[in-house]
T-cell receptor, first 112, second 112 residues
Framework: DAGITQSPRHKVTETGTPVTLRCHQT?????MYWYRQDPGHGLRLIHY???????DKGEVSDGYSVSRSKTEDFLLTLESATSSQTSVYFC???????????FGSGTRLTVV | GQQLNQSPQSMFIQEGEDVSMNCTSS?????WLWYKQDPGEGPVLLIA?????ELTSNGRLTAQFGITRKDSFLNISASIPSDVGIYFC????????????FGEGTQLTVNP
């Protein structure tokens, strides 16, 4: 495997509850990213990190927050889950964008 | 933000046929990448292109970086059933640093 693990792989949660998704890497890559994948929209960037405690917003960041306290872990939190956040979430890592990203296997989140 | 127009959205072909898909943008890109996503998995990098006009092959796959730096295409020759999946183009815009922009994907179905 490429050294990137997402957990959980599947989760069902209720509207209004907080949810945290975890991305763990063993590659010591500087950059980490959270994307969501929805039919007809491809992959859309939620947040990204360019180092420990250095994060920035992507194109669809509303309703999401992130934290990176260690190089190897990048957490995505939905403060109060909504049905519109039902999606497949992918984490990716890279040394630099020029060489492309390595993706995790995804987390399928269903908000009911 | 930057947008990539990927076409076609879906393709249904017979085993043995050749396939062509492309991505275009109104902005200049420094890097073009092509990914494949199998069901239930994250995208996996197929080909990376770094220079305008560059033509690169990976087995039955060939991709080119357009001379205007605003487009790229991917060809698959002699398709086989395991080529089934979603193919994404991705580009690194001139102004985005390490972040990639993704196309919406082409769903490929290969009939045996």
């Amino acid at each position: 495997d490429a050294g990137i693990t997402q957990s959980p792989r599947h989760k069902v949660t209720e509207t209004g509850t907080p949810v945290t998704l975890r991305c763990h890497q063993t590659e010591n890559h500087r950059y980490m990213y959270w994307y969501r994948q929805d039919p007809g929209h491809g992959l859309r960037l939620i947040h990204y990190s360019y180092g420990v405690k250095d994060t920035d917003k992507g194109e669809v960041s509303d309703g999401y927050s992130v934290s990176r306290s260690k190089t190897e872990d990048f957490l995505l939190t939905l403060e109060s889950a909504t049905s519109s956040q039902t999606s497949v979430y992918f984490c990716a890592i890279s040394t630099t964008g020029v060489y492309g990203y390595t993706f995790g296997s995804g987390t399928r989140l269903t908000v009911v | 933000g930057q947008q990539l127009n990927q076409s076609p959205q879906s393709m249904f072909i017979q085993e043995g046929e050749d396939v062509s898909m492309n991505c275009t943008s109104s902005s200049i890109f420094n890097t073009w990448l092509w990914y494949k996503q199998d069901p239930g998995e994250g995208p996996v990098l197929l080909i990376a292109l770094y220079k305008a006009g560059e033509l690169t092959s990976n087995g039955r796959l060939t991709a080119q970086f357009g001379i205007t730096r605003k487009d790229s295409f991917l060809n698959i020759s002699a398709s086989i059933p395991s080529d089934v999946g979603i193919y994404f183009c991705a580009g690194q815009p001139e102004t985005s640093g390490s972040r990639l922009t993704f196309g919406e994907g082409t769903q490929l179905t290969v009939n045996p």
